[in-house]
């Protein structure tokens, strides 16, 4: 697992990507929009976002937004997609 810690100012855009390994994005501050190119929506202080392998995403900022991107895997290794689960 890695941990990078993502601010955005005012207007700022991440271009479109894809990632290799699922990550969750958690947002601390601000307000994130996302776009994935069939959904789109804001994410909030305290909101998260799950984001599979090979989805093709991208984030802009409207307000200055501090996030955390947590990398759950690793390159090269065959990854599954996100599952929410209630526990029996």
Sequence with gaps: ???VGLRLEPGQTVPEHRNAIPVALIV???RLHFDDGV?????GAGEMLLINPG???TYHADIETSAYLVFA?????????WTLRRKA
């Design 1 to 3: 697992m890695r941990v």
């Design 73 to 81: 895997g690793l390159p090269g290794v065959r990854s599954r997609t």
């Design 28 to 30: 601390t501050g601000g």
């Design 55 to 57: 989805e093709r995403h």
């Design 39 to 43: 959904h789109s929506g804001d994410v």
